[in-house]
């Protein structure tokens, strides 16, 4: 008869929480902070509009833009077809 061992295995994990550093502890000075402050707000005029864009016609009608895309293709269709008639020599009154 066998004899089967278990062996268990216990692992612990700690993790260790820091707490943020205050800014003087990083040696940022009132000054460097509000100079870093008025550059922030000097970038955020780069992306005033990217929130509130104005939506392109496609973007807002797709719907009526495949349709249009459709027809445009249609009319391209039956223009060729025309005009190979034309050139096979096929004329209607």
Request: hydrophobic letters at 45%.
């Amino acid at each position: 008869m066998l004899n089967t061992e278990k062996e268990y295995i216990r692992a612990n994990v700690s993790i260790r929480v820091v707490e943020p550093k205050s800014d003087r502890e990083y040696g940022l000075s009132q000054a460097q902070q509000n100079s870093a402050l008025e550059g922030a707000e000097f970038c955020g005029g780069l992306f005033e509009f990217a929130e509130n864009a104005p939506a392109t016609f496609a973007e807002r009608f797709p719907r009526v833009t495949v349709c249009a895309v459709a027809i445009a293709f249609i009319v391209a269709a039956i223009t060729v077809e025309i005009e190979c008639l034309h050139g096979a020599g096929y004329y209607w009154p």
